[in-house]
């Protein structure tokens, strides 16, 4: 079985240290906020203006002055700030933010991605998805591993407009975890029911199998 | 100074013309003028140029000034909560600048600071720096952008003075500081106007200097777009 929407979140956790600055995307990077241990310091960044962001109000905290990227209302930690678009986009642009978490249609074995437009179909913008991805220390992409008719979205090349070109180092997908080298992907872990094998075979563009690779454990 | 205080959007809106370019705060429905926007869809005012962050939902925010056609173009990062738009924009009724969110952001900025243009690595092997000069500063590659300015700027703060000094809430404040200084006539709508001194210089957000026009608005309706909550 390949990973489920919150196991990925779960491994993606994992990459979140204490004291980070972290900006989670729609999707399943939003779930990347439910498995971060408590015993961790983080800050979540909302690109709308809010460091610090909380989990949804109960139905008395409800503030239409108050909400995330997604448009949903959330809550405000103690020590949270807020602050305008420019200032917000400052830190993602300036590289203030530790790690960004992102959904893709598409990554390349260069490191490249695409998730913001399917020509002729989809016209919804990139938002802040463009400077996050130029902008951020460290991007993790999550994403399916194949699309509905097991099509690699891991690609040789990115078919979709781009979003950034040569960004991604790291991508976890319902199939495993990947990193991005100079020599393409890297399979680095593997879904527990899977082979590394499988995961090869489902991979559009060139890959190899890391000396180290593992099965994951949940 | 009490010159820039006007009773409603109204008066304060009386020489909007069709084919204006207009600045619009807000981040989706949060912190939206809205009685700015209301005006604006009863004046009728047509060929608008929308530099704002999304185009509203269908029947609110700039959805309402889509419903009537009043928009030309709309410069924007994210449009995807309006089915309306959409289509418009498919049938080539609407003209759409797709614009990353920092950069348009910064863009606003830039032209409210007298910046003509900046260099920014967002956007770089895209779409969005196709036509644009792109140079390299110290082995990376950079995009320029240009800076926007406006014939109105459309905000909307929580609390301002009478000499036009404003105070967000919470994420409401968004795009509305940068909107403020980039338009060549800023009208400022805000939920209560108090008198010059009442504010305390040192929480005060956007300061009056770029703000012509304030009035205090009316019958803010705050419309939620996704109200999510956890069990108290």
Partial sequence: MPLTREQIAQRIAQEV???YCVNLGIGIPTLVANYIPQDKFVMLQSENGLLGMGPFPTE????????????QTVTALPGASFFSSADS??????????LTVLGAMEVDEQGSIANWMVPGKMVKGMGGAMDLVAGARNVIVAMQHT???????LRTKCTLPLTGVKCIKKIVSDFGVIEIT???FVLKEYAPDLTPEKVLAATEGKMTIAPDCKAMTF | MSKKVFKDAKSALFDVKDNMTLILGGFGLCGIPENSIAVLRDMGVKGLTCVSNNAGVDDFGLGQLLQNRQIKKMISSYVGENALFEKLYMSGELELEFCPQGTLAERIRAGGAGIAGFYTPTGVGTLVAEGKEVKNFEGRDYVLERGIVGDFAFVKAWKGDKFGNLVFRKTARNFNPMAATAGKITVAEVEELVEVGQLDPDQIHTPGVYVQRIFQGANYEK????????KG
């Fill in chain 1, 60 to 71: 008395s905290e409800v503030d239409p002055d108050l909400i995330n990227a997604g448009k």
């Fill in chain 1, 17 to 19: 240290q204490d004291g």
């Fill in chain 1, 89 to 98: 986009f400052a830190m993602i642009r300036g590289g203030h933010v530790d």
């Fill in chain 2, 223 to 230: 419309r939620i777009e996704q109200k999510t909550v956890r």
């Fill in chain 1, 147 to 153: 699309d509905k008719e097991g099509n690699s979205k």
């Fill in chain 1, 182 to 184: 100079p020599q393409g």
